[in-house]
């Protein structure tokens, strides 16, 4: 990237703590998102455990779960730019949202209400009203903001492809302020779904621990305020941290399983590298994908030893966020940005035994203060999305 693209506003809405302060005391203590479905009746079903947010979230009226999480993250990234109270031509602006599910509750509901009868009239407008599209349009509206609206499909690594298209929209002048980020709500449909894949863990998320036994369905919302450096200083704007490369890749290997070889992640993050500009050894930090499951972990593995061959500490959140879908890397970027601020690494809480001997350092136990100068932030997704970002301290 030739131009410095700046992160001057964030704001976090998960099951750990909402606000940034929140999430980040959060992440410290280890505080478990995990708890007792909510939602949904589990008494016939194999798993009953969720990370679900269950602090009460402002009503944005006529939206879904997924939509009012977005709203309420990006007020507080839009206030933390200090934009609430500055002009901004309509066309000069775009949110970007990225997302897994999208608005499937309105779907949801007549499916699992115990009737069995057919959509109604009511519900069908419900479920056209609330069609993709619609979170990124819920939040420029919220704000009052009619640039372009988008919802970024990627599985679970849209929220970090939001965040690469962010950066695109401003190299290229296509917008001088770029609201990103991603965001699901609780799905009923992805709950029984990876429970019936057989990837759900029984209690409690254990990331590269040799009794991992898979995720914890979660929810959340993280969106960042991105502008290029120089506008962002003209207004006074604070500067939390730069967004400095960024790379995606995709693969035809299996329709929910990766490339055993990681070939996906690893050419993602080999890219986010060159499009930063650094070596492999310049990175202190890496926010793992780490969902819990077998078979991911392993791979992720491999990956951090091909890309990070002299070693590099990582760890992941969902151990305590749990998996947020579309809004899990948008969370794990925010926790990237608060370790660079903070200069204080997050561990992988409930990890014990390291599954494999790897050339890294799996981070456990508790925080340490350590020299965090570029963070790097993957994700991977079903049908072979890939996506990696690195953020580099303000």
């Keep these: 990237m030739t131009d410095q693209i700046v992160i001057t506003g964030v704001g976090v809405v998960s099951p750990v703590g909402c606000g940034e302060a929140g999430f980040w005391e959060g992440l410290c203590s280890g505080r478990s998102g995990a708890g007792p479905v909510e939602g949904l009746s ?36 839009w206030k933390g730019a200090g934009l609430e109270d500055e002009a901004h031509p309509d066309a000069r602006t775009a949110v970007l949202v990225g997302t897994t599910m999208g608005e499937t509750q309105f779907i949801e509901e007549p499916l699992f209400d115990g009737t069995g009868d057919p959509l109604t009239a009511e519900e069908l407008a ?13 939040v420029g509206q919220a704000l009052g903001l009619s640039g372009s609206a988008v919802d970024v499909y990627g599985a679970c690594a849209a929220g970090n492809i939001a965040l690469h298209l962010a950066c695109r929209h401003l190299l290229d002048d296509r917008a001088d302020i770029v609201l990103a980020g991603g965001a699901d709500g609780f799905s009923r449909l992805a709950f029984i779904g990876f429970m019936r894949l057989r990837v759900m863990a029984a209690e409690v998320c254990r990331p590269f621990d040799v009794r991992r036994d898979g995720l914890l369905v979660g929810e959340g919302a993280a969106m960042f305020v991105f502008e290029r450096e120089g506008d962002a200083r ?19 290997y299996h329709p929910t399983r990766p490339d055993p070889d990681g070939d996906g992640l690893a050419r993602a993050t080999l890219a986010a590298l060159a499009d930063a500009g650094l070596s492999p050894e310049t990175i202190d930090y890496v926010n793992a994908h780490g969902t819990g499951t077998p078979h991911n972990d392993a791979i992720e593995m491999k990956v951090l030893d091909r890309c990070f061959p002299g070693g590099v500490p990582f760890s992941s959140i969902k151990a305590v966020t749990g998996h947020a879908m579309g809004g899990a890397a948008a969370l794990e970027a925010a926790c990237c940005l608060l370790s660079l601020e903070h200069q204080r690494l997050i561990p992988t809480w ?9 050339n890294g350092e799996a981070l456990r136990g508790g925080t340490r203060q350590a020299r965090v100068r570029y963070a790097l932030n993957n994700s991977a997704g079903f049908g072979g999305y890939n996506s990696s970002v690195v953020l580099a301290r303000a």
């Design 42 to 77: 589990t008494s016939n079903l194999s798993r009953h455990v969720a990370c679900q947010i269950r602090e009460p979230i402002e009503e944005v009226s006529g939206c879904g779960r997924a939509a009012q999480l977005s709203v309420s993250a990006a007020r507080q990234a």
């Design 350 to 358: 409930n990890l014990e035994q390291v599954q494999q001997p790897c």
């Design 234 to 252: 003209a207004r006074g704007a604070p500067i939390r941290a730069r967004l400095v490369g960024s790379g995606l890749s995709s693969e035809s």
């Design 126 to 138: 419900g479920v056209v009203q609330h069609s993709p599209g619609c979170i990124a349009r819920a």
